[in-house]
């Protein structure tokens, strides 16, 4: 059973850093396309950066410059380095994978998911 799980969540005060890690089991080979999504409550869950095992981290312009995704060298352990925290990016965080070879930022392009870790960034 292909099982993603987050981890590093917290608190933090804006301008503070938290690092995230999604480690992965079940699955023999390497994910293709790995993510980072996020979801506050009320609102759909929104694309954060992904990278794929051969292209570069792809960002959304509100984290560009804040956060840095990376992945281990057996490529399926990932992670999301957050810097300069902002009270809006306070939200449930997921990790997502998946197997097909186009990687772009796109929630519904993901099909296993991770049960999330809680981001709160007090002001």
């Known amino acids: 059973q292909v099982q993603l799980r987050e981890s590093g969540g917290g608190s933090a005060q804006s301008g503070g850093s938290l690092r995230l890690s999604c480690t992965t089991s079940g699955y023999s080979y390497r994910w293709y396309c790995m993510g980072w999504f996020r979801q506050s409550p009320g609102k759909k869950r929104e694309e954060i950066a992904v990278?794929?095992?051969?292209?570069?981290?792809t960002y959304v312009d509100s984290v560009k410059g804040r956060f840095t995704i990376s992945r281990d060298n057996a490529g399926n352990t990932l992670y999301l380095q957050m810097d300069n925290l902002k009270p809006e990016d306070t939200a449930m965080y997921y990790c997502?994978?998946?197997?097909?070879?186009?990687?772009?930022?796109?929630?519904?392009?993901?099909?296993?998911w991770g049960q999330g870790t809680q981001v709160t960034v007090s002001s």
């Open positions: 990278i794929g095992i051969n292209t570069g981290p």
């Open positions: 997502a994978a998946h197997v097909s070879l186009l990687c772009r930022l796109e929630v519904g392009a993901f099909t296993e």
